[in-house]
């Protein structure tokens, strides 16, 4: 069995998104860049103004006249 190197799981717990993970290409850098564009997605669609999007990209209504009966 491989013995794990402790320090590199302490390395990724006890780090935090930085705008530079965008531009890198190392699965770490990655990760954090599309955790943080979703996490910001959710975040952004549950506020009052935001605008939410099918899947084909057009937009919602957000009142209830347009229900389907």
Known sequence: MVKK???KGTEVAGSFFHASYYQNS???SSGFATTHEQVSDVYAEGEI???VENEDGAD???N???KSE
Do not use: E, R, S, T
């Open 64 to 66: 209830n006249n347009n």
């Open 26 to 28: 190392d699965p770490l």
């Open 60 to 62: 919602i209504p957000l």
């Open 5 to 7: 190197d402790p320090k």
């Open 49 to 51: 103004g935001a605008v």
